[in-house]
C-alpha cells in the first residue's frame, strides 16, 4: 500500500488508486522532491547569460538615473 | 501510470511503498479522470468539453497581464498618439506573448515542474538565484502597481486609499481560500473576463472606424522617435511580456496537471487569451484615444486621471465602466502575481506550492502570497510617493528583465534531455530569438536616448 501523508488519514485507497492510475509518476507531489540532474553550461551560453545580466544591470542604472533626471 | 519524457532523466522508479499520497494529488487526480472521460467522448460537444476543462492558465495569464500599469499604459498610449501606428504594434506585441508563452505551457505539459525549480535544478542555484531575484523585484515593484490602480480606480467612486488597498486584500484571502485549484481558476476567469469592459468603453467614443482599419493595415500614422515615444513603446512591451508570467504559466500548468496530451488544447488556450486580451488592450487605446487632442504626457499615467478625462466626452457611467476596469485590473493582477511569487518561493525551498492545498499544509506558500501583498499595499500607502513614477518604471524594468530571463527559458524549451521529442522547433526558436533581440534592442535604444541624447538625435531621434 502506497503510505499517506502526515495528517492525510482522510484519503482512501480508493484515492490512493485513483491517483496512480490517472497521474504520471513526476505528477505526484512527494516524488518532486527528485532532483533533475544539473546540466553543464557551454562556453558560448555563459558568454550570453553573463553578456545579458551586465546589459540588465547597466540598464537599471540607466532607468535611475532617468528618474533621477525626470524628479530634478 | 503514464510516463513523461523526464522520467528517463531522473530514474524515477515508482514504487508503490515509496509514494506519499497527498490531498494535492487527490484534487489533482479528480480532475485529469473528468479530463479523461471528455477525451473519451465522441460527439460535437465533446471537443468544447476538454477545451473548457483544459483552458485557464494561457487565458489567465494573459488577461492578468492586462493589469493596472498595462491599462493605464495603453491609456496613455491612445491619448499621447491617438489612433495609428501602436494599435497593430499592441496586437505585435501579444504575437511576442504567445510565442514566449507557448513554451512556459509546454515546459510546464512535458516536466510537471515549475519554472523557478527547472532554473534551479538545471543550472544551479547560482543562476538561480539571480533569476528570483530578478522576478522577486519585478514582481514586488508591480504589485505596488497594481495597488496603485486599485487605489485610482476605486478613488474615482470616492474610496479612500486605505479602505481601496483594504478590499484589495480581501479579495485576494478570498480568491485563494477555496484550497482547489479548479475552482480558484474558474472564479478567476470569470472575473478576468471583465477586462473586456474596455471595448463598450472603446465603442462609447464612437470610434472612427475608417481609421482603425487604416491603421492596422498602414501601421500609420507613425509617431515620430523621441525618448517619449520610447517610453511608451517599452510600457507596451513591458504591458505584455514579462517575467512573472513564465513563471505563473509554468506553475499554474504543473498544478492544473496538464499532460504532453494536452500541449495542442494548451496552445488553444493560450492564443485565446492573448486574443481576448488584445481586444481590451486596442480597446482601451482606442477610448481613450480622443483625448489626443489634449496632449495628455506621461504626467497623467494614474488611472482615475483617465476616467474623469474621459467623463465629459463619454459620460459619467462610461467613465465608471473605464475606472471598474482599472480596478479589476489591479485586483486579477494582485492575485495572479502573488501565487506566481508564492509558486516560484515554494519550488526554491522545496515546501508544499499548490493552490490546492488546505492552509495547514500550504502555510508557507498563502504566507508568502498574503505577506507579500500586504507590504505592496502598505506602501501605496505612504504619502508622496511619487506614485506615477513607479508604474511607468516597472513596465520599463519587465522589458529589461525580459532578455536573461528568455535566454534560460529558450535553453530549458531546447534540453532534450528534459523534453524529449517535444523540444522547440526550428520556427519557434526563430520566432523566440527574433522576440529576444527586439526586446534588447528596444532597451539598448532608450539606454542611448537617456545617456547619449547626441546619438540619439544623430539616429534620427528628437
Known amino acids: 500500500m502506497p503510505s499517506k501523508d502526515k495528517g492525510q488519514s482522510s484519503i482512501t485507497s480508493t484515492d490512493q488508486e485513483l491517483v496512480l492510475s490517472s497521474l504520471e509518476p513526476e505528477q505526484l507531489a512527494g516524488l518532486k522532491k527528485h532532483l533533475i540532474p544539473r546540466r553543464h553550461l557551454k562556453g558560448p551560453e555563459r558568454f550570453v547569460i553573463w553578456s545579458l545580466r551586465i546589459y540588465l544591470l547597466f540598464m537599471i542604472v540607466v532607468v535611475i538615473y532617468q528618474v533621477w533626471a525626470s524628479l530634478h | 501510470m503514464n510516463l513523461g519524457p523526464l522520467s528517463r532523466l531522473t530514474q524515477q522508479r515508482v514504487n508503490q511503498q515509496d509514494v506519499v499520497i497527498t490531498h494535492e494529488d487527490v484534487d489533482r487526480a479528480h480532475d485529469r479522470v473528468r479530463v479523461s472521460a471528455a477525451r473519451a467522448q465522441r460527439g460535437p460537444f465533446s471537443k468544447f468539453r476538454l477545451l473548457w476543462l483544459l483552458v485557464g492558465p494561457g487565458i489567465l495569464v494573459m488577461l492578468g497581464e492586462n493589469d493596472g500599469p498595462s491599462m493605464i499604459s495603453y491609456a496613455a498610449t491612445g491619448a499621447r498618439f491617438g489612433i495609428g501606428f501602436f494599435l497593430p504594434f499592441v496586437v505585435l506585441t501579444f504575437c511576442m506573448a504567445i510565442v514566449v508563452q507557448e513554451m512556459t505551457m509546454r515546459l510546464g505539459s512535458a516536466t510537471h515542474r515549475g519554472h523557478a525549480e527547472l532554473i534551479f535544478d538545471r543550472f544551479g542555484p547560482f543562476w538561480g538565484w539571480f533569476s528570483m531575484i530578478d522576478l522577486g523585484i519585478g514582481n514586488f515593484l508591480t504589485l505596488i502597481t497594481e495597488f496603485i490602480a486599485i487605489r485610482a480606480g476605486l478613488g474615482f467612486f470616492g474610496v479612500p486609499p486605505w479602505a481601496a488597498v483594504g478590499s484589495a486584500l480581501v479579495f485576494l484571502c478570498l480568491a485563494v481560500a477555496m484550497h482547489r485549484y479548479w475552482t480558484w481558476e ?173 492552509v495547514t499544509q500550504g502555510k508557507s506558500f498563502y504566507s508568502v502570497l498574503f505577506l507579500l501583498a500586504a507590504t505592496a499595499g502598505a506602501i501605496v500607502l505612504i504619502p508622496g ?78
Open chain 2, 186 to 358: 474558474r472564479t478567476l476567469l470569470a472575473i478576468a473576463v471583465f477586462n473586456l469592459i474596455f471595448v463598450p468603453v472603446a465603442l462609447l467614443t464612437h470610434p472612427n472606424w475608417h481609421s482603425v482599419g487604416h491603421a492596422f493595415i498602414t501601421w500609420k500614422p507613425l509617431p515620430g522617435l523621441s525618448q517619449d515615444t520610447l517610453i511608451i513603446i517599452l510600457a507596451d512591451i513591458g504591458a505584455t511580456v514579462t517575467p512573472w508570467m513564465l513563471f505563473f504559466q509554468q506553475s499554474a500548468t504543473v498544478d492544473k496537471g496538464l499532460t504532453t496530451k494536452d500541449i495542442h488544447l494548451g496552445r488553444i488556450d493560450t492564443v485565446l487569451g492573448a486574443a481576448l486580451a488584445a481586444a481590451a488592450a486596442v480597446a482601451t487605446t482606442i477610448a481613450t484615444a480622443p483625448l489626443f487632442v489634449h496632449h495628455m504626457t506621461a504626467e497623467n499615467f494614474q488611472g482615475a486621471e483617465f476616467a474623469q478625462a474621459l467623463q465629459p466626452l463619454i459620460g459619467r457611467f462610461g467613465a465608471a465602466l473605464f475606472a471598474l476596469g482599472i480596478v479589476e485590473a489591479g485586483m486579477v493582477a494582485s492575485v495572479t502575481i502573488s501565487i506566481s511569487s508564492a509558486y516560484a518561493f515554494g519550488e526554491v525551498v522545496h515546501r508544499p506550492h499548490s493552490l490546492n492545498l488546505p
Open chain 2, 385 to 462: 510617493l511619487p506614485l506615477v513614477y513607479v508604474v511607468l518604471l516597472v513596465n520599463v524594468v519587465a522589458v529589461l528583465a525580459m532578455p536573461p530571463a528568455l535566454v534560460f527559458l529558450f535553453m530549458l524549451a531546447n534540453d532534450r534531455e528534459v523534453m524529449g521529442d517535444l523540444v522547440s522547433p526550428l520556427w519557434a526558436n526563430f520566432l523566440a530569438t527574433c522576440v529576444v533581440v527586439f526586446l534588447t534592442l528596444a532597451g539598448v535604444l532608450f539606454g542611448v536616448s537617456v545617456i547619449a541624447p547626441n546619438l540619439f538625435a544623430f539616429l534620427g531621434g528628437k
